[in-house]
């Protein structure tokens, strides 16, 4: 890359900072996409408050119902979740005791096939 090209490369960077730090100093940033609910976007707004001031500390942050609410959430997923994996664990078990039954049931006549030959060979 000669002189040049590394010149313009700069100009170009300094011109995209220079409409960063204003964007940033209004205010402005991009909406996140709507797959995200109502919620986040009313907790980031708070977050990006361009005013030091006007920006929640983080025990209003913990604070605040709508953070409340998803942890709320988050922590009835946690517990749905551990009662499917305790469920899912018993019907392991479960599982492999009737395996070891059939198991068990399958040598039982195989001895009984056995005891019958030997039976009858006498």
Request: charged share 15%.
């Given at each position: 890359m000669n002189q040049l090209h590394f010149i313009l490369l700069l100009e170009l960077l300094i011109l995209y900072l220079i409409s960063l730090n204003k964007k940033i100093q209004?205010?402005?940033?991009e909406p996140?996409?709507?797959k995200y609910n109502s919620d986040l976007q009313d907790i980031l707004k708070l977050l990006l408050q361009v005013d030091p001031n006007e920006?929640?500390?983080c025990d209003q942050i913990l604070k605040n119902p709508k953070?409340?609410?998803v942890s709320y959430q988050q922590k009835q997923n946690r517990m749905v979740l551990n009662k499917l994996n305790i469920i899912n664990y018993q019907a392991s078990n479960q599982f492999k005791i009737i395996k070891r039954q059939f198991t068990i049931i399958k040598i039982l006549k195989q001895n009984e096939k056995i005891s019958l030959i030997i039976k009858n060979q006498n």
């Open positions: 209004a205010g402005y940033y996140i996409p709507s920006r929640p500390n953070v409340i609410k």
